[in-house]
């Protein structure tokens, strides 16, 4: 590992790259980002997000957290989503989960890891959903499908918002894709979530816009 000053020297060595390569590349990037896709992955250091999809700076709006979780109360989670979809417009928001995350795996088992423990609670509920098909598995498989099934519940409660229902409802081009990125090879699978419009969305949670009790 390096030491914590190596850092800095790294990255003037690496400014010193990108502008030997592309004199415009920071003058390009001060004036304005207009990425496509929104990006909501796990904090996992092993799954860096331009790195892996091959983007450069200004190409991709990330949020990370543990276990790529889209919470309903998390205001960090939904701030970063509505400036993506309402500011900068992206046209795709990507869930993207990795096999062996810590953050299922802990969720799967019965010890205590403090505060994230509150965090992680609703994979618990998701083992909850499909414990008649988990249940089948072996423990390594069973987490691996795991992963694969909190990606995709994170990207229906993405769609179940309604900023994501307003833009579809404004006819705003927006799609949500759920994938898994294995550790082992470098890949990414798509798990074959397609969210485009408000039919794909359980009827209880469509929203018709705001009501004033009386
Ligand atoms: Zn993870």
Request: hydrophobic letters at 40%.
């Amino acid at each position: 590992m390096p030491e914590i000053k190596e850092l800095l020297q790294r990255n003037r060595q690496w400014a010193k790259d990108q502008t030997d390569r592309d004199p415009e590349f920071f003058a390009r990037l001060t004036k304005q980002q207009k990425p496509e896709y929104l990006w909501i992955g796990c904090s996992d250091s092993r799954v860096p997000a331009n790195e892996i999809v091959g983007m450069a700076p200004g190409e991709l709006f990330v949020h990370r957290n543990i276990a790529n979780m889209v919470h309903h109360t998390d205001f960090n989670c939904l701030s970063v989503m509505q400036f993506a979809v309402e500011v900068l417009r992206v046209k795709h928001i990507i869930v993207c989960g990795h096999y062996g995350c810590g953050g299922v795996r802990a969720a799967l088992s019965h010890d205590e890891f403090g505060f994230v423990d509150n965090w992680l609670r609703t994979i618990k509920e998701v083992y909850i959903k499909y414990q008649g098909e988990l249940d089948e598995l072996g423990e390594e498989a069973q987490v691996r499908r795991l992963c694969e099934l909190n990606v995709i519940e994170q990207a229906v409660n993405l769609a179940k918002t309604k900023c994501v229902q307003r833009a579809w409802d404004n006819g705003q081009e927006l799609k949500i894709h759920g994938w898994i990125y294995d550790i082992a090879d470098g890949i990414i699978h798509d798990l074959g979530v397609d969210m485009h419009c408000r039919d794909t969305v359980p009827g209880i949670f469509h929203m018709k816009g705001k009501r004033i009790p009386r």
